[in-house]
């Protein structure tokens, strides 16, 4: 079985999916976090020296344990994938899934705790999140300034400060945030919330 072609198809789509990363995580290069920019690379990229070695085990294979050795080395290539995925950047997805889940204040204490190894501004964004949806919009704010102080382009960052602000009865300045969210490198998921939001504002 010629695997030549299949590889090279799985890894252009791989290789897709390694831009959209790579996409969805600009803002660390534009912060120069490389490192941290880096590691979100690893899975796909490993994926990728799983499946470029393929053809070369496959190769070595008999017709008789062909098929065996194809699924030892696929799941093999899968389980360690898996456990990459989850060993890569482990504290950033705790406090994730805690904001996901309505655990607000823990949530912040993750991020704070984040915050306080590596200041990045995404982190800062995301505790400023944390603290508004716990009922600190104050701290929410500082947070969010201060992200954006260091990121001028986090579109979550102005979209997270106009919540804090609307919380605290701002609406003026909360309404000029969500407006220069249209002006940053936000995607399309976070324009569409803060058109929404804007829309809100305005009929309130």
């Known amino acids: 079985m010629n695997l030549l072609y299949p590889t090279i198809g799985a890894l252009v789509i791989l290789a897709v999916f390694t831009f959209i990363i790579g996409r969805q995580n600009r803002d660390l290069l534009r912060v120069r976090a490389y490192r941290e920019f880096f590691l979100r690379l690893i899975p796909p ?12 085990v496959m190769a070595q294979a008999t017709v008789y344990n062909y098929g065996l ?3 030892v080395y696929l799941a093999g290539a899968t389980i360690l994938t ?4 989850r060993a890569v950047i482990p504290d950033e997805r705790r406090a994730g899934m805690a904001f996901r889940r309505g655990e607000y204040e823990k949530a912040a204490g993750l991020y704070e705790a984040l915050v306080s190894r590596r200041p990045l501004p995404r982190y800062h964004s995301a505790l400023a999140a944390s603290l508004d949806a716990s009922g600190d919009p104050h701290g929410a704010l500082e947070a969010a ?18 919540s804090a602000l609307a919380a605290l009865g701002e609406r003026a300045r909360a309404r000029g945030d ?4 249209f002006e940053t490198d936000a995607g399309r998921n976070l324009r569409r919330a803060a058109a929404e939001a804007l829309e809100s504002l305005e009929k309130g």
């Open 82 to 85: 898996a456990i990459m995925t």
């Open 69 to 71: 050795v194809l699924l």
């Open 178 to 181: 969500l407006q220069k969210v």
């Open 145 to 162: 300034d201060r992200a954006i102080k260091d990121d001028p382009r986090l579109g979550i960052a102005y979209y997270n400060r106009a």
């Open 45 to 56: 990229l490993s994926t990728g020296v799983f499946i470029a070695g393929l053809p070369l």
